[in-house]
């Protein structure tokens, strides 16, 4: 059966995710956490809305919110069969409701990741306790997805993929970065996207050397490469990948070795993904051939990075990486190769780790001509 069709969608595992969390809180020196970032809120309840925090006991949950999320957050919880309760109010209720549960807790844990230093000090007077800051506690659970998150993300990457093959015609001598960029969002939507999983990059000529650059006005000359990176959102879920063309044909000069470099990079990466690698092992495996190729200085960035309710997640594929694939897992694999004043190329898959290796999210072409 197709998961990446809406109507075959399997069913997100949210219940189980406050059990497993609790799990972690001897390690971490904690009775009780905080949670304070949306996207950790929504994991552990199912809760989309822009303002709520998640107060997290040995015994139990409490969401708090205000009264624009009386129904939606009632509708989302009791949908993902988040075992929490909820109170909805002022902030001033919020903040009573929140003292009352976390009263009988000795050592609360706030995200140290997300909660800014006047915010740590409010909490201090809100909850006479001890308060403690964690790192990555929840956002360690995020890291390996159940089959539900991969069907979405597999949908998110099913609608990119579309989008691509439908605006693909435009992308000739003439068009500017921001028409295409446009145009290829637009398609996005147009398939199903609930959004764009981040600001789509259309870079052309030597803006294809910057390898976060912004779509501008500039337009697309004839033998220039333009890497074109974005993805989808479905179902709070995004997609990632990065695909660079060369207007009128085929690269010529030294930008088709470094096309052909990164090409070899990129697959060689692939085939390393899988349960039990090193996240640093795929990213030495990628470095090397580009190294190889004397340009070692022009690949300045890691390899990849995790990818769920988050553009950018753990694990980080790079040289500073420390986590270990495991099933479940999904990331990225995107080296590139940038000369200033030439251009650049970039090419990125978006992989979910599976027993015997990964399957790709991401399956446009990787033709070079446009």
């Known amino acids: 059966m197709d998961g ?9 595992q949210v219940a189980p995710r406050l059990g497993r969390l609790r799990e972690r809180f001897g390690a971490a020196g904690i009775d009780a956490l905080v949670v304070t970032n949306l996207a950790n809120v929504r994991y552990l309840t199912g809760f989309t809305g822009s303002a709520g925090i998640l107060a997290v006991t040995g015994a ?8 624009r999320y009386r129904t939606q957050s009632d509708e989302q919880i009791s949908a993902a069969g988040a075992p929490v ?5 002022a902030m ?3 903040r009573d409701a929140l003292a009352k549960f976390l009263s009988s807790s000795a050592r609360v844990g706030l995200e140290g990741d997300h909660v800014s230093w006047n915010a740590s000090r409010e909490w201090a007077e809100l909850v006479p306790t001890e308060l403690l ?7 360690a659970l995020r890291e390996v997805k159940d089959d539900g998150e991969i069907d979405r993300m597999a949908r998110a990457a099913a609608i990119a993929d579309a989008a691509l093959g439908e605006v693909l015609t435009m992308l000739t001598e003439g068009v500017t970065e921001a028409e ?3 145009a290829l969002d637009t398609a996005m939507r147009r398939g199903g996207a609930e959004s764009t999983a981040f600001e789509t990059i259309v ?14 006005a500039r337009r697309a000359g004839r033998g220039e490469p333009v890497v074109v990176d974005f993805g989808a959102t479905f179902e709070g879920y995004r997609s990632d990948m990065t695909r660079t063309f060369c207007i009128g044909g085929e690269p010529a000069g ?29 990213d030495d495996v990628c470095r090397a051939v580009i190294t190889e190729a004397g340009w070692a200085e022009r690949f300045e960035h890691g390899t990849g990075h995790g990818v769920g309710l988050d553009i950018h997640e753990a694990p980080t594929v790079s040289q500073v990486g420390t986590a270990t694939l495991a099933l479940g897992m999904v990331v990225t694999v995107e080296p590139g190769v940038y000369l200033p004043g030439t251009g650049g190329v970039r090419i990125e898959d978006t992989l979910v780790v599976t027993a015997d290796g990964n399957r790709p999210l991401t399956n446009f072409s990787k033709a070079v001509a446009a």
């Open 92 to 94: 001033r209720a919020q």
């Open 60 to 67: 139990g949950g409490l969401l708090t919110t205000d009264g």
């Open 4 to 12: 990446t069709r809406t109507n075959e969608m399997r069913p997100l």
């Open 180 to 182: 295409f960029a446009l």
């Open 85 to 89: 309760d909820i109170s909805v109010g």
């Open 203 to 216: 870079a052309s000529g030597p803006n294809s050397a910057k390898p976060h650059h912004r779509p501008t």
């Open 254 to 282: 030294e930008l088709a070795r470094v096309f052909e470099v990164v090409r070899d990079s990129q697959a060689k990466g692939v085939a390393t993904v899988g349960p039990g690698v090193g996240a640093k092992a795929v």
């Open 133 to 139: 800051p964690t790192s990555g506690e929840v956002e």
